[in-house]
């Protein structure tokens, strides 16, 4: 299904220069900031501009257009086109082709470039090569179809395509072993766009004769989009399909090594006849064969990367430095209260009775690691408000929880405590745990959001401001004082979305829950007053994730724009546009040390985006289905990420490579978590199942440091030597997991009755 114009409308290039100013503008009409709270952090250094560099692979600059939809960002990100025409274009050849410069101003139109569009016509009328017809004529359903398709001729004989096809099919049976497995990889792009030029050249009768005769031998995970390709069979339906669009507007990748491509060659100059020149001028235009030096991959190595909409990952795609290590903690000193020893009773106090333990208070220091992780980014390369008072209490408190952290292994799984929703059956869209585990937050389908305390105490309302005034600031309970006893109760509702919320997400101090829904707003709910203090709006379509940063400040959202935004909580626009995904973007999740974030899609691919530049800096196939859930391991080196496919994959983003692949559940994966020290793996699916996976023994085992970045390394399927244990429940799927700051495991379900 394609994208309206209303979609890409307010999308800006990433990587363009922010102006000055762009943290301290104030929100547009209609989106909702009141004056920032007394919790609110103080506004940092402004997050620094990317370089003005070529723009990375995979980030579109988005122009300004108007829409019914009043997208915040347009004010802000406008200027996004030298206003200069650059002496360059002059001598390009593009320039003086009628058919090029149609093209051209199709694919600006279909991604609603219309600045861009007009500057184009504008410098073409000046320089005298564009003919008034086609600057002036104006899109229409055929005229986008031929637009988008230019590139398929006919050439009067439908039947070619099928000898032409067959031929390639005898020829890859034929090879040698070695390099059959990557020959093969070009099947189905080619089977994909012959079948789409028959039906364009309105072969309709061939087309799907075609289709009947070699759609079955095509892989399993290919059988989704070819049964969605089958229901095209006129040049009308080619018009707005999502599928079709994705293989026009990208070059689809295969990768094989230097041998592999000579065998191709020397097939090619063998074979000069008239359906072979066809099949190469095809693989010309649509595929891009990614070449590398050494022996061609086995089918197991190509398996598990392969399924991708548009091939495998490049390799210079995975090529720039990513920063996945920690920075060092800073020096950190906080009161905790210790027992004296109590002193033995003398037989002049042997009367009086055992003397209650003495209880002080000490000072604490704990000091930040004395070795730099040479893999982790400096300090100030994420701009971040210093610490207040209370962060540095909730840190302390952290720290000391810490030290009475369970150690896990093999020898020593977590205990596993589960709560089950009950009464909600179909209800619970989204659900998420403080970091200390002290609040619950589902999202329902019916447009609100219910919160839980999971501690003793209820959750409490702030007093109003005239009862605040009389309020000793000084006592040391002030916060509790604060409360409003009488709004005590155990379980909160937020109301304000007018569709259902597909997410939700606590900022690391509490104060704060994030919210996303299908109206496409996003919400910043307070947990002290229970109302919503800001209303982003960014995107037209539903929002699929939010995601608060570890450090807090900013957060992350991604939706069905094919869009993830980089936001912060004091802003109202977006920081930065992540644009390169080819379908809906499902998930995402910060990196610990919050200068990446990563995104899943359902065009099976995994991202990572660098906050700070905007460009895509790691691009990882492998899934066969949609990526709807994804986990950064502690120390940020590895991703897990679950898919509908019933698998988990393990990737290290260190090269980019697929480590592992787990397979147990028999349906969709819904949760994934790791252990605070990063030894334990859990994972969870909608079979209502719960399985832990021995990580740290695959990170032993794994040798990750002398990989070869060339190719992939050979991946671990091997299952029951990693698998530590699953848990079943009667009938309640598992829905998310957490692990608390002493490694106890939170699943957290809704009950369906049968």
């Known amino acids: 299904m394609p994208l309206p114009p209303e979609a890409l409308s307010s999308s800006a290039a990433n990587n363009i220069p922010l102006p000055p100013g762009i943290l301290t503008s104030g929100p547009p009409p209609g989106v909702l900031k009141p004056s920032v709270p007394s919790s609110m952090p103080p506004h940092p250094t402004p997050l620094p501009p990317p370089p003005q560099t070529v723009l990375p692979e995979g980030i579109r600059p988005m122009p300004i257009t108007t829409s019914k939809v009043q997208q915040p960002v347009n004010n802000v990100l406008n200027p996004i086109l030298p206003q200069k025409p650059d002496p360059s274009v002059v001598a390009d050849p593009t320039l003086t ?30 320089r005298e090569v564009a003919k008034p017809s086609i600057v002036q004529q104006q899109p229409t359903s055929e005229t986008e179809v031929g637009n988008v398709l230019a590139k398929y001729k006919s050439d009067g004989d439908p039947n070619s395509y099928e000898a032409a096809y067959s031929d390639l099919e005898r020829f890859i049976e034929n090879s040698l072993d070695q390099h059959k497995h990557e020959l093969a990889l070009i099947l189905y792009p080619v089977f994909v766009h012959m079948y789409l030029e028959l039906v364009y050249n309105q072969h309709e009768a061939q087309a799907v004769q075609f289709m009947y005769k070699y759609a079955p031998s095509q892989e399993s995970y290919y059988q989704e989009d070819i049964k969605k390709l089958s229901f095209v069979k006129k040049r009308e339906h080619m018009a707005g399909n999502e599928l079709i669009d994705n293989f026009k507007t990208s070059l689809f990748t295969v990768r094989m090594s230097r041998d592999t491509y000579q065998q191709l060659r020397d097939h090619k100059k063998k074979n000069n006849e008239k359906h072979h020149t066809l099949l190469w001028n095809l693989i010309h235009d649509h595929l891009f064969l990614d070449m590398y030096e050494g022996h061609a991959r086995s089918k197991a190595q190509i398996d598990s990367t392969a399924g991708a909409v548009v091939g495998e990952a490049q390799r210079q795609a995975n090529r720039a430095k990513v920063y996945y290590g920690l920075p060092r903690e800073p020096d950190i000193q906080f009161p905790t209260t210790t027992q004296e020893e109590e002193e033995e009773p003398t037989e002049g106090t ?92 589902a999202g329902l389908s019916d447009s609100k959001i219910k919160v839980w305390s999971l501690l003793n105490h209820k ?95 900013y957060f992350a959202s991604c939706g069905h724009d094919r869009t993830a935004r980089l936001w912060t909580t004091e802003q109202a626009n977006p920081l930065r546009i992540f644009q390169g995904h080819f379908s809906d973007i499902d998930c995402l999740a910060f990196h610990p040390n919050s200068n990446y974030v990563g995104t899943g899609s359902s065009d099976r691919s995994l991202r990572l985006w660098d906050c700070v530049t905007g460009a895509c800096v790691r691009f990882m196939t492998g899934h066969k289905a949609s990526v709807l859930i994804m986990a950064f391991s502690p120390d940020g080196r590895f991703i897990a990420s679950g898919s509908s496919d019933k698998k988990v994959l393990i990737w290290d983003i260190a090269f980019g490579h697929l480590v592992a692949e787990l397979e147990y559940h028999t349906d969709v994966i819904s949760g994934l978590g790791f252990s605070r020290e990063g030894t334990i793996l859990a994972s969870s699916a909608l079979d209502c199942t719960l399985a832990l996976w021995d990580f740290g023994k695959l990170l032993t085992e794994n040798g990750s440091d002398e990989m070869n970045v060339a190719q992939n390394p050979e991946v671990r399927n091997d299952t029951d030597n990693l698998l530590l244990g699953s848990y079943r429940t009667k009938s309640s799927p598992v829905l998310h997991l957490h692990f608390t700051r002493r490694n106890l495991l939170l699943a957290i379900g809704s009950f369906e009755p049968t």
């Open 97 to 126: 082709d009628p058919a090029a410069m149609q093209a051209v101003l199709a694919y600006l139109r279909k991604y609603n470039l219309g600045d861009t569009e007009t500057m184009l016509k504008e410098e073409m009328k000046k």
């Open 350 to 441: 042997a009367a009086d009775g055992d003397k209650p333990k003495k209880k002080k208070k000490k000072d604490i220091f704990i000091p930040r690691k004395s070795k730099t992780d040479p893999n982790a980014p400096v300090a100030t390369r994420m701009p971040f408000p210093d610490l207040r008072d209370s962060d540095k209490l909730e840190k302390g408190k952290a720290l000391r929880e810490s030290i009475k952290r369970a150690n896990l292994g093999p020898n020593n799984i977590p205990s596993i405590c589960m709560y089950t929703l009950m009464n909600v059956c179909n209800q619970v869209t989204c659900l998420a745990v403080t970091d200390d585990s002290s609040m619950l937050a």
């Open 459 to 553: 959750l409490k309302k702030l007093k109003s401001a005239s009862a605040l005034q009389d309020i000793n600031r000084e006592a040391e309970d002030v916060l509790h004082r604060m409360m409003d006893d009488s709004t005590a109760e155990t379980c909160k509702e937020l109301v304000g979305h007018s569709g259902p919320v597909y997410a939700v997400s606590f900022s690391p101090d509490r104060t704060f829950l994030l919210s996303g829904s299908e109206d496409g707003a996003i919400r910043l709910w307070s947990m002290q007053t229970w109302t919503c203090l800001v209303v982003y709006k960014g995107h037209v379509f539903p929002v699929w994730d939010v995601q608060f940063s570890p450090l807090g400040y």
